[in-house]
């Protein structure tokens, strides 16, 4: 699924994260949180506990539903872990602490949750990556005044160490494919916080399938279009970046296309992606939002200008409003 994959890193060391059917618990005061301080003093009383080690205590701060059936000692194995780097590094300053939402699976199909990272050690600015980050995860649709997940991201043994220690394949001097070599295609898409009434409820869709697949839905044309146009591009800038998430701030709207081929151009090419954002949440700035965001191996990464290929970006931009029929996925 290609929601994974946001502002920071979710490759996780250790990770507690339930999967719950609908439940409504009400607190004792009836109050019912929804600002972000409301959110932030249930965290830290979190992390007040998680000093400690009071695994009893954070056991009793989750959904009742998401406790059953779990094993404590994963429980403990998480507190153990998050007491060290509360006892070592304290509390970030309130202004490093980040809220994000995110698209999660669950059994009962993708909801969208409230995250509350805690950066540790404290990075200099607020939009570097921190070596290791505590998250607080909650579903509004359930309750914010218990947990639904606590997750811990471990940023230094994950993607930036396999970005050191993965062989680099060489850049590609032009990005030129042929639609005919492709066997296998997915084209992934999210309203985030745009006004558009497309997709599922959470307003994300997904179709993929083979290279019939994109005769019969009448858009390889428009593959080939969007190819010849890649072609020609200038590659403003490159990077290695193992992963194929994209660390966002906010919600965008964004569409991402992904192929495989018969023949690839370089051995380990695994698959191509293309990533545009189409519109970034209401006040909230991406990184590289300014650029066509172009993925091989997952980890040779190329960057064009939207600005200086328009007809490239409205060819991206244009199945995302494509009419697919009920070739959609049905959960993507």
């Not at 979710?10 to 009400?26: G, H, M, R, V, Y």
């Not at 409230?114 to 540790?120: E, L, R």
């Not at 490159?238 to 018969?262: A, L, Q, V, W």
Request: hydrophobic fraction near 35%; charge should be positive.
């Amino acid at each position: 699924m290609d929601t994974f994959k946001n502002f920071w890193s979710t490759n996780k060391i250790f990770k507690l994260f339930f999967l719950l059917t609908a439940t409504t618990i009400i607190s004792c005061n009836n109050h019912k949180p929804s600002a972000e301080t409301d959110l932030l003093v249930i965290c830290d009383a979190a992390l007040d506990k998680i000093k400690i080690k009071d695994y009893k205590g954070i056991k009793e701060m989750f959904q009742e539903e998401a406790i059953k059936g779990n094993n404590d000692k994963q429980l403990q194995k998480l507190v153990d872990e998050a007491s060290v780097l509360v006892n070592k590094y304290g509390l970030p300053p309130k202004e490093m602490i980040m809220f994000r939402s995110q698209l999660s699976a669950t059994i009962d199909g993708p909801v969208q949750l409230t995250f509350v990272d805690y950066p540790f050690p404290a990075p200099k600015e607020k939009n570097s990556i921190p070596d290791r980050v505590i998250s607080f995860g909650f579903n509004k649709k359930v309750s914010m005044e218990k947990f639904w997940s606590i997750l811990i991201h471990n940023n230094i043994t994950s993607d930036s160490i396999k970005t050191v220690n993965t062989p680099k394949i060489p850049f590609l001097k032009t990005l030129s494919f042929n639609a005919d070599d492709i066997n296998w295609f997915r084209i992934y898409y999210s309203k985030g916080d745009s006004y558009r009434d497309i997709g599922n409820a959470e307003g994300v869709f997904a179709v993929s399938g083979n290279q019939k697949k994109l005769v019969d839905l009448k858009i390889k044309n428009k593959i080939e279009n969007i190819f010849n146009l890649l072609a020609k591009a200038k590659i403003e800038k490159t990077d290695y970046k193992y992963g194929i998430g994209i660390k966002r701030n906010g919600r965008p709207e964004f569409i991402r296309y992904r192929f495989k081929f018969n023949n690839p151009p370089v051995n380990n090419f695994e698959e191509l992606s293309i990533y545009i954002i189409i519109e970034s949440e209401r006040g909230i700035k991406e990184k590289d939002e300014d650029f066509i965001e172009v993925t091989h191996s997952y980890m040779n990464r190329y960057f064009i200008s939207k600005l200086k290929n328009p007809k490239l970006f409205q060819a991206l931009e244009e199945l995302a409003y494509y009419n697919y029929g009920n070739n959609l996925e049905k959960r993507p």
